[in-house]
């Protein structure tokens, strides 16, 4: 019997051992190039999300957070896994719970999109749904309590799960990405807020770094992100988003406006608009949160254009429109939720027509 008995942590290290193979037999995610008129001097670029095992920009967020309550010894063997999601977090949780061999269980509302239920229970994982989102966390935390299991809490960790000095995250990629573009360090960034997570960590790279690269967090309309970083300290209250993955009712404990510079508020209408467009434009097929990054990047370009500068924007697309074939995909649906694309459309067609953007700031 040794004097000062210690726990066994043998089996954390295989589990920190299999997520960091996971992560070793992975490549990065392509860069695409969109293409633009020549003359008007502007490249951009969206970093393919949908790529990764689970499909989305969220298994970079899952692989963190499973290291991070792993490293913490919150996560042993047994434990039982319980998230508070829209969806993607969780899929990707569940192929991450799955690899472990621990049950996962996912709170979301009944909205969540059935392609996305469908792909966490193909990794193992249980549903358990709520009729509204702000409901999500309490029955999150009681699940965990009823289980003895970790809640993983992305609204909470997101920020702090990640090393935002560089370790491979998706800055650095980013910036390794561009080394011989034209325009290799790019004059804006935009991303989308569903946690803070990446804006966070994209955020504190740049400044880390003294990259003169600024950040624009789009944010779908109703979404409490926007007045939080508009008006800091004031109380900010939202609704549920209509766009899966992204906007909150409230502003999220891993949002950090501070690291922001700029923020553009999006309607539902015309993030869906703008992703349909991206199919036309390149025949990427991206879901409705790629498409409220677009529809920032081309307020952005125009801004460029009618300044007469050149330069380079990159965004994300952060999953494939293969998981909204029933929903924003489905024109009967977007009507049924009062989404109407068209006036949407012919804004973008109008500013690829003659790189001026027709809608007043």
């Given amino acids: 019997m040794p004097r000062f008995p210690t726990h ?31 003359r008007w001097g502007v490249q951009v670029y969206l970093k393919d999300e949908s790529t990764h095992r689970t499909g989305s920009l969220k298994h970079r967020l899952a692989r963190s957070l499973f290291l991070f309550g792993l490293v913490n010894g919150w996560i042993t063997e047994g434990t039982t896994i ?3 999601s829209s969806g993607s977090t969780a899929v990707s949780e569940a192929y991450f719970a799955q690899l472990l061999g621990l049950p996962f269980v996912a709170v979301m509302t009944a909205t969540t999109s059935p392609e996305k239920i469908a792909l966490i229970e193909r990794y193992g ?26 809640y ?24 390794e990405q561009l080394a011989l573009e034209p325009h290799p360090v790019p004059d804006w960034i935009v991303v989308g807020a569903g946690t803070g997570g990446t804006s966070a960590t994209i955020g504190r790279y740049l400044r880390y770094n003294r990259h003169p690269t600024r950040l624009a967090v789009v944010d779908p309309e109703n979404s409490a992100f926007y007045p939080a970083w508009a008006d800091p300290g004031a109380p900010a209250v939202g609704a549920p988003s209509r766009i899966e993955g992204i906007g909150r009712p409230r502003p999220e404990p891993s949002f950090v406006p501070s690291v ?42 125009a801004d460029l254009v009618a300044e007469g500068r050149s330069g380079s924007i990159v965004s994300l697309m952060c999953d494939s429109g293969e998981r909204y074939a029933a ?8 009507a049924r939720h ?17 790189g001026r953007w027709p809608l007043d700031p």
Avoid: K
């Avoid at 089996?11 to 960091?20: H, L, M, P």
């Avoid at 709520?130 to 003895?148: G, P, Q």
């Avoid at 929903?327 to 977007?334: G, N, Q, S």
């Avoid at 009062?338 to 003659?354: R, W």
């Fill in 152 to 175: 993983m809490d992305q609204f909470t960790y997101a920020e702090r799960a990640t090393d935002w000095r560089g370790n491979n995250n998706i800055a650095e990629s980013i910036f």
């Fill in 338 to 354: 009062g989404l109407d694309p068209c006036g949407p459309t012919d804004t973008l067609e109008a500013f690829f027509s003659t």
């Fill in 82 to 84: 319980v998230e508070a």
């Fill in 327 to 334: 929903t924003y995909d489905d024109d009967a649906w977007l």
């Fill in 260 to 301: 922001i510079d700029t923020m553009i508020r999006v309607p539902d209408a015309a993030s869906v608009a703008a992703s349909r467009h991206l199919r036309t434009l390149t025949g990427l097929h991206a879901g409705p949160s790629t498409g409220t990054n677009l529809w920032g990047v081309w307020q952005l370009v």
């Fill in 125 to 150: 994982g249980t549903c358990r749904f709520v009729a509204h989102a702000s409901e999500v966390y309490a029955e999150a935390e009681e699940v965990a309590r009823r289980t003895r299991g970790h």
């Fill in 8 to 38: 066994d942590r043998s089996w954390s290290d295989d589990a920190v051992r299999r997520i960091e193979a996971d992560g070793n037999r992975s490549a990065d995610t392509h860069l695409f190039a969109v293409p633009l008129p020549e």
